[in-house]
């Protein structure tokens, strides 16, 4: 046991020192006229407020350029699958629905970069949400159309987000996300293209 914890002590220091020395040294710098294509996964999906259940984990791709070193414009793409189920009013079953959403935004963000391999950062996104929903109880019916409910509808969405990203080496970055968008909460890697 003793030799157990003198190696975790260890193992603990020299990641100590890794990490106090990729400080000082730092990966890579954030600035202006570069480029990051990225991709990520939704931890919590918007539609959890549904008490839906996630048939696919929510997934987004993007690319962000820096135009100077505390702004950038980008455009994302995401994509989620989950199922429901509701018991309308008045009605005596329950109906399942299937529901798939693909979101295109184009987006705008300020920069907070302090550290070299650290970028803190903000912003507004803007464009439009493709909503498919099928019925597995059959066609739809009055009390869809009661509720408002379409198989197909579109809708412009906005929203905002704040998000962290480190780089772990020259070209790649691993990133957090908080926000509106196709999950609350998103986490992912990215990749400097130029």
Known sequence: MKLLHALLILCFLHC????????YKPARIFKKDQADAWMGVGLLPTYTKDASRISVLPVSIGLDWLVSDQFSLGASGGYSFYQIEKLWPGDTAIRRYSTQTLQIMGRAAAHYTRADNLDLYGGIQLGGQFTLINSLNGPFGRMEELHGIKPKKFRMQYGAFFGVRFAVSR????????????????????????
């Not at 100590?16 to 400080?23: A, D, R």
């Not at 070209?171 to 990749?191: A, L, N, P």
């Open 171 to 194: 070209k790649s970055v691993v990133w957090s996300e908080f926000g509106t968008g196709i999950s609350f909460i998103q986490v992912g890697y990215g990749i400097k293209v130029f």
């Open 16 to 23: 100590t020192t890794s990490l106090c020395g990729q400080y």
